[in-house]
């Protein structure tokens, strides 16, 4: 039987460490979306992509890795990052390839 994956559906950004609240929801409230086929998309502030993302397991922690292309303004963009589940929401790291990087904290909406 395959395990139901504790990640789908839409999260809001609800803190990041580079970025204030009011940048985040600049455009719209800031979110991720995993979908059912390991694709997914995500906006906060001025930028916006596309994720590809698989679940990994190392040792005891199962977490979600994913890498990402998209536009930060008018520029294209692309990086990586990860995220796992901690009690009620998600928390994760997410970069920008040779650039800056953010810890971040997401909230899932119901």
């Not at 455009?27 to 390991?38: A, H, M, S």
């Not at 979600?64 to 930060?72: H, K, P, Q, T």
């Not at 990052?81 to 990087?101: P, Q």
């Amino acid at each position: 039987m395959k395990k139901i994956n504790p990640y789908l559906g839409k999260w809001r950004f609800v803190e990041m460490e580079m970025w204030d609240q009011e940048y985040i929801d600049m455009e719209t409230e800031g979110y991720f979306l995993f979908e059912k086929d390991e694709s997914g998309s995500f906006q906060f502030g001025l930028v916006q992509g596309q994720i590809d993302y698989q679940i990994e397991k190392t040792r005891e922690i199962e977490r979600l890795e994913f890498s990402w292309e998209g536009r930060d303004e008018n520029d294209e963009a692309t990086g990586r990052g990860w995220a796992l589940i901690k009690n009620d929401h998600l928390e994760g790291r997410f970069y920008f390839h040779s650039g800056d990087n953010s810890w971040f904290k997401a909230k899932k909406y119901r």
